[in-house]
T-cell receptor
Framework: AQKITQTQPGMFVQEKEAVTLDCTYD???????LFWYKQPSSGEMIFLIY??????QNATEGRYSLNFQKARKSANLVISASQLGDSAMYFC???????????????FGKGTLLTVNP | DSGVTQTPKHLITATGQRVTLRCSPR?????VYWYQQSLDQGLQFLIQ???????AKGNILERFSAQQFPDLHSELNLSSLELGDSALYFC?????????????????FGPGTRLTVL
């Protein structure tokens, strides 16, 4: 079973509108972290936002917010006021386990290609 | 700029050859992760080193090996290359301090090395 599922291979949004990119995850750990990364066509991986499993509030970073629904095991990324420069591949990722020397590897979803139209 | 450097940026080689990819982590980061991004497998964790020692292995082929040196830079060695090894190889680093709050052990990605095997 996939640990991270991104069901939208591609999404389109008009400039200045908001868009939600879906992510569901599967884990039996109580302590885990969820991340979103942006990968533009140039290839680099850019960290956007982080949500810890014990965080009571949804994470926000500028125009990015994470809609965290723990019971549903979903961690959707919301981008408000889309810009042309937001066109990129977006990856949801999870880190399982607890701190204290554990393996902190990231497990990635397959990504969603977002295209912002002018 | 994440502070993680990878060389070379591009590498073109032939099947059967051996190559070495190099990664310098951010100053102060003790942990290095290697990831492979290919069209069919997506982004996959290969291996992690922490302060010179191997910490965890993922989907790394036996033909691949890695090490982390005393100055904390890391090298990923790929041998007997096959066409299917063509991919973007990322290195990521993090401080991985078990005393830090979970969220602060973020992984910073380098720009990647694009390997093409002909």
């Amino acid at each position: 079973a996939q640990k991270i599922t991104q069901t939208q291979p591609g999404m389109f949004v008009q400039e200045k509108e908001a868009v939600t990119l879906d992510c569901t995850y599967d884990t039996s750990d109580q302590s885990y972290g969820l991340f979103w990364y942006k990968q533009p066509s140039s290839g680099e991986m850019i960290f956007l936002i982080y949500q810890g499993s014990y965080d009571e509030q949804n994470a926000t970073e500028g125009r990015y917010s994470l809609n965290f629904q723990k019971a549903r095991k979903s961690a959707n990324l919301v981008i408000s006021a889309s810009q042309l420069g937001d066109s990129a591949m977006y990856f949801c990722a999870m880190r399982e386990g607890i701190s204290g020397g554990s393996n902190y590897k990231l497990t990635f979803g397959k990504g969603t290609l977002l295209t912002v139209n002018p | 700029d994440s502070g993680v450097t990878q060389t070379p940026k591009h590498l073109i080689t032939a099947t059967g050859q051996r190559v070495t990819l190099r990664c310098s982590p951010r100053s102060g980061d003790l942990s290095v992760y290697w990831y492979q991004q290919s069209l069919d497998q997506g982004l996959q964790f290969l291996i992690q080193y922490y302060n010179g020692e191997e910490r965890a292995k993922g989907n790394i082929l036996e033909r691949f090996s890695a090490q982390q040196f005393p100055d904390l830079h890391s090298e990923l060695n790929l041998s007997s290359l096959e066409l299917g090894d063509s991919a973007l190889y990322f290195c990521a680093s993090s401080v991985e301090d078990p005393e830090l709050f979970y969220a602060d052990n973020e992984q910073f990605f380098g720009p990647g090395t694009r390997l093409t095997v002909l």
